[in-house]
């Protein structure tokens, strides 16, 4: 095959318009492509000699805290939503710090009182081991630092990841021991009245269920108060991350995650006495008691993900309707 060069005035035009092509090309493609990223990046290495005392700070106030936690109450059941909540708040937090670094930094004085009470509170709490007072202070002490650095404007851009934190500071334990017993028995009621409908050998006395030759106590970590806070920071970070513009929407969803959580709840506590009935009180409260909780938040996401889809329909219906 042979290949002709042709020379002259027509191939430097031709040879003019392609380089003038390939730079649009290049320019357009530097423009689609999001610098966010980068500038995310550059800004963090830029201010960490400034923020690297900070860092530092923080590090030897609550290494030793969160080393507690991680080794006590957020392995147990009550507490197990702890480290969840904590590192969707911090993946929040980092989603949305391009937008606090596009933000002039207004230092504000009211960090520092601020600072002074979550130094207070981990210092009461830690030494009284009181677990409400250690948590919350993570939340004070970060804020405070957010404050005297940044400013309200940046805390305002955070506001929804400090809040999110708030579902991991555990309440009293008799304000939740007061509003837990009236969950298990409605749990516990509903539990009964549907696997006796289904035809199984059930009975119930308060909070004890009886299938079978077998008798299950309704905890406290299977239908009460922790968990419902639990499925209700999940909807909560579901409507957050999907930021729906119709407020009908997003009111109507955060009403009706209550009993989606009531739901998932019962749906949790059938699975476990049916497990017990069919497979025996080892299997129950072995590695399938475990599996019955991913079950519960796999329940809710799923009710969630129903009834998001249910009113985003029925808001196009009325808008139809309208139209």
Not at 168 to 179: G, K, Q, T, Y
Not at 181 to 202: C, D, I, N, Q, R
Not at 264 to 277: E, S
Request: charged fraction near 10%; charge should be positive; aromatic fraction near 10%.
């Amino acid at each position: 095959m042979t290949t002709q060069v042709r020379s002259g005035p027509a191939a430097k035009s031709s040879h003019t318009a392609q380089v003038a092509q390939a730079a649009k090309e290049t320019t357009s493609a530097a423009q689609v492509q999001p610098p966010a990223v980068a500038v995310s990046l550059a800004g963090l290495r830029a201010a960490l000699p400034e923020w690297w005392p900070v860092l530092a700070g923080l590090a030897a106030l609550f290494v030793p805290t969160l080393y507690s936690l991680f080794t006590g109450a957020w392995i147990g059941e009550e507490q197990a939503h702890g480290p969840m909540i904590f590192a969707l708040a911090l993946w929040l937090a980092w989603r949305k710090w391009p937008g606090v670094l596009a933000r002039p930094a207004a230092p504000s004085w009211l960090g520092w009182p601020v600072l002074a009470l979550g130094l207070a509170l981990h210092l009461l709490g830690r030494s009284q081991h009181i677990l409400m007072f250690e948590i919350g202070s993570i939340i004070l002490v970060l804020a405070a630092i957010v404050l005297a650095k940044l400013g309200a404007p940046a805390l305002r851009v955070l506001w929804f990841p400090f809040f999110f934190m708030l579902f991991m500071v555990p309440l009293p334990s008799e304000f939740v021991a007061a509003v837990t017993m009236p969950m298990k028995m409605a749990v516990s009621w509903a539990t009964e009245h549907l696997l006796f409908a289904a035809g199984y050998p059930v009975a119930r006395s308060g909070v004890i269920l009886q299938i079978g030759q077998y008798q299950l106590l309704v905890a406290d970590a299977c239908a009460g108060l922790q968990t419902l806070l639990t499925l209700e920071a999940l909807g909560l970070f579901y409507l957050n991350l999907m930021r729906h513009p119709s407020a009908f929407r997003n009111i109507g969803l955060a009403i009706l995650i209550i009993p989606i959580s009531f739901s998932a709840n019962v749906i949790r506590v059938i699975t476990l006495t049916l497990v017990t009935y069919y497979l025996g009180d080892a299997a129950g409260q072995g590695f399938l008691h475990g599996f019955a909780g991913m079950v519960l938040f796999l329940t809710a996401l799923v009710l969630i993900l129903a009834v998001d889809s249910g009113l985003q329909w029925y808001a196009a219906r009325r808008r139809g309707e309208a139209g």
